[in-house]
């Protein structure tokens, strides 16, 4: 039962870790939204899905990449990983951004009914979704390597690969810049006003709804760069794919303690690694079964996450 | 939420089935006509059989509208995206739809167990070309789709040994690792793959969802079972998925899959990792069967046939007999079919025992991927 762990652990650990930082990015735009508005982003899922649809859009139909081709220089490589990133994050960001105008503002100004905005968001993600699902026929889209899968070097047996190695440290850094952003810069510290109370920030001159919207928009950058690590490591993206990542980013998220952008961080570490870890012990087949008996234990001893006593001090 | 919305329309679809708003029926009540519907998926990452299915009944339909036959036959298409959730909301509509009075599938299992009830409540007959679960035509088991379903290629019993046979053809000591897909197919295929590999050569097995992206646990299983084959039952968009994983992964070993995996989108899917894949499939293809056929296809359609459109081509003309002699409602045609004896469009008898198996089942055929294309090897004895 245990073979395959202890066999292919550093292995295991080093895929694990590469998930769940694409986790971690895809939580950050369900806890920065929490962490202000007290109300979950519904449409993050497809703002995701659609990231992913830019980075394979950008290879493949900008720089003619393609499964069979010869991968270019070192120069040529780079230029092309910076294009694709830059496209996800920013489609995704101003996604996020009109999601947040005509799904939050306008019903945000006009009631103060707290479900009418989060059902206008999951009919934003439903037309979304729709939308690319005609376009593409419902069909899976397969994408052209970006990041060579070629190994670096071997780690106890383990095969370290550039694509997961992109997407880790990659990751590491879009959430340092995102924390540091958020605690030290103006517009960060806005943001930190709203989260602890509202009220009282607009009595110190903070402009809510550039705050919120800013608030979106760094959720839906980083939402967009996770879209672009998927692609670039699992190659392939479909009109439905928002849905179960976004769903165990959202788990992620929930385990680290909602609205806690550090939390999000461990949340989506622990849960990537456990998802692996319970796929070889105990077979594919059981993977949501025991990721969710885990996110009910942890809820079942910590309501309100691992992180969830610090929320007061560090949210959003 | 993707669900619900595609739930909506297929209520829809499955309204617009059943008063009969079917767009195909013209108005004129000149032409005494019938029509018989197709099902299977039109659209999802299974499309590609769907599609191939569905020009082959319109190949063999044009066929013999354009002879301006006495009795016109119109089709309706049912999209079931080869899912057995879908399956469950057009059926009903079908079912009720007494326009129809027969089906051309469905084309998988999963959708053919979830549609079952509805057309054997309405005894609706059905032949499908592609359906191959075993339980579908064992009285034992609660799937049986006694007296309507039939089909006709031969069962996964026949094909999971082959399967097993053809995947180890390449290695000395093989080790199979075998991967199934969790759908009724994968799962009853996988049984009979395990059931068939000789003692000791099976490394392990895992089960993993039909959305399943991230491979790389499995892929951990299969390097510490040093296993050198592995074996998917699933469908062609997943098979292209993990097989790009594997290698990536550095696995060198021979990647094997059923009928399922026998599609051009795996191969455009998986690219170059897709070249020596070793597939079976029940099924003979038109163009190697009955190159005749495959070339008068060529023209009438502007494209070469696909996968299973032999046997499509041969349940259409089936009915298109029933029609020419003089059947008009279900009863009759279900009637028809129990007692039909015929050819299949290669030339293999065909005709149905009380389950609804082919008597005449064609052998499985053993195909290997070469130069981006899948090549006809041999029947796998």
Redesign the interface.
């Known amino acids: 039962m245990f073979d395959t762990l202890i066999h292919q652990f550093w292995s295991l650990t080093y895929s694990g870790i590469a998930l769940g930082f694409i986790y971690v990015l895809i939580a950050m735009g369900y806890t920065m939204v929490y962490g202000v508005l007290r109300m979950i982003n519904f449409a993050n899922s497809e703002i995701f899905t659609v990231g992913a649809f830019a980075t394979m859009i950008v290879s493949k139909y900008v720089f003619d990449f393609s499964a069979e081709m010869i991968p270019p220089s070192n120069a040529k490589l780079f230029l092309v990983i910076i294009c694709c990133l830059a496209a996800s994050m920013l489609v995704s960001g101003l996604l996020a951004f009109l999601v947040e105008l005509v799904a939050y503002r306008h019903l945000r100004n006009r009631t103060s009914n707290r479900i009418a905005p989060l059902i206008s968001a999951i009919g934003i993600g439903i037309v979304i979704s729709e939308v690319v699902r005609i376009l593409t026929r419902a069909r899976t889209q397969f994408s052209p390597n970006v990041v060579p899968k070629k190994a670096l070097f071997t780690f106890q047996g383990a095969e370290i690969r550039l694509d997961n190695t992109v997407t880790i440290f990659a990751g590491l850094a879009l959430f340092i810049i995102l924390e540091r952003f958020i605690k030290l810069s103006r517009l960060g510290k806005g943001i930190r006003a709203v989260s602890m109370d509202e009220d009282s920030a607009k009595l110190m001159g903070v402009n809510l709804n550039r705050v919120i919207s800013l608030t979106f928009i760094l959720g839906g950058l980083m939402t967009g760069a996770a879209g672009f690590f998927y692609v670039n490591v699992y190659e392939n993206v479909k009109y439905n794919m928002g849905f179960s990542l976004g769903l165990a980013a959202f788990t992620a998220a929930v385990i680290g303690g909602i609205g806690n952008i550090r939390g999000a961080f461990f949340g989506g570490i622990a849960l990537g690694l456990v998802e692996i870890y319970a796929s070889a012990i105990v077979g594919t087949q059981w993977k949501p079964v025991t990721v969710f008996i885990i996110l009910i234990l942890i809820l079942l001893f910590r309501p309100n996450g691992i992180f969830g006593e610090a929320i007061q001090k560090t949210r959003v | 939420?993707?669900k619900?919305?595609i739930s909506g329309f297929a209520i829809a679809a499955s309204a617009a089935l059943t008063f009969g708003v079917v767009a195909s029926v013209p108005a004129s009540a000149a032409v005494k006509e019938v029509t018989i519907a197709y099902q299977g998926p039109l659209?999802?990452?299974a499309?590609q059989t769907g599609i191939d299915e569905v020009n082959a009944v319109k190949y063999a339909l044009k066929k013999y509208n354009d002879t301006k036959p006495a009795v016109k036959i119109n089709l309706v298409t049912i999209d079931d995206?080869g899912a057995g959730a879908v399956a469950l909301t057009v059926a009903p509509g079908a079912a009720a739809n007494k326009k129809i009075i027969a089906i051309v599938g469905p084309a998988f299992s999963g959708a053919t167990i979830s549609s079952l009830p509805y057309y054997k409540a309405a005894r609706l007959p059905m032949i499908s070309p592609s359906a191959t679960n075993v339980t579908l035509t064992d009285k034992k088991s609660v799937n049986y789709g006694y007296p309507v379903f039939h089909r006709v290629p031969s069962t996964d019993a026949f094909q999971g040994p082959a399967l097993a046979k053809w995947a180890v053809q390449n290695q000395k000591s093989p080790k199979v690792y075998v991967v199934d897909d969790?759908s009724p197919y994968g799962t009853g295929l996988a049984s009979f793959v395990k059931k068939a590999l000789a003692s000791g050569t099976l490394g392990g097995s895992?089960?993993?969802?039909d959305?399943?992206?991230?491979f790389?646990?499995?892929i951990?299983?299969v390097?510490?079972t040093d296993s050198n084959v592995v074996i998917y039952t699933g469908y062609y968009?997943q098979a292209?998925?993990l097989l790009?994983?594997l290698r990536?992964?550095?696995f060198k070993g021979d990647f094997a899959a059923g009928d399922g995996v026998m599609s051009q989108?795996f191969i455009?899917?998986a690219?170059?990792n897709a070249e020596g894949a070793l597939l079976v499939a029940p099924t003979i293809p038109l163009s190697v069967g009955n190159p005749t056929m495959e070339a008068d296809y060529v023209k009438v359609m502007g494209a070469a046939s696909g996968e299973y459109s032999a046997e499509t081509i041969t349940i259409t003309n089936l009915f298109i007999e029933a029609v020419k002699s003089g059947v008009s409602t279900r009863s009759a045609m279900l009637n028809f079919i129990n007692g039909y004896k015929g050819l299949t469009a290669v030339g293999t008898k065909l005709s149905f025992d009380r389950n609804g198996d082919n008597n005449g089942a064609a052998a499985i055929g053993g195909f290997i991927v070469k130069g981006g294309k899948t090549v006809a090897i041999e029947v796998v004895k």
């Open positions: 939420m993707n619900k919305i659209t999802g990452d499309a995206q969790k895992d089960s993993t969802p959305d399943t992206k991230d790389a646990a499995t951990s299983k390097k510490s968009a292209a998925i790009n994983q990536a992964a550095g989108s455009d899917g690219g170059k």
